[in-house]
């Protein structure tokens, strides 16, 4: 079992930037992907960004395509988001995610079962208007 802490979550103004961070502990990945997924007030958990752990094949939603970018260290087992031009919007819980099952070409259409997933315990970013 993996073990996800996100960190870098916070209180940012409208066209500001943040990046999030995802520490994964507990089994080193070799295969599927991370990623991330979050949760407005009043909505339902939406998926955001995700990236294979080996090669490089990164993949967004459309709310976010051209402002958040995905990357990671394997070295140090973490994930990052770099969150730029944020909107009022993308207020929300933001949650990271990983599956050794699924590669990331499969989280944008839904394929992976949410509980398929092991998920870190969320970090709230709020951006002000």
């Known amino acids: 079992q993996v073990q996800l802490v996100e960190s870098g979550g916070g209180l940012v103004q409208a066209g500001g930037s943040l990046r999030l961070s995802c520490a994964a502990s507990?089994?080193?990945?070799?295969?599927?992907?991370m990623g991330w997924f979050r949760q407005p007030p009043g909505k339902e958990r939406e998926f955001v960004a995700t990236?294979?752990?080996?090669?490089?094949?990164?993949d967004y939603s459309d709310s976010v395509k051209g402002r958040f970018t995905i990357s990671r260290d394997n070295a140090k087992n973490t994930v990052y988001l770099q969150m730029n031009s944020l909107k009022p919007e993308d207020t929300a819980v933001y949650y990271c995610a990983a599956s050794e099952m699924y590669g990331s070409a499969w989280w944008r259409v839904g394929a992976p079962p949410f509980d398929s997933y092991s998920w870190g315990k969320g970090t709230l970013v709020t951006v002000s208007s």
């Open positions: 990236i294979s752990w080996s090669g490089n094949n990164p």
């Open positions: 507990g089994r080193t990945l070799s295969s599927g992907a």
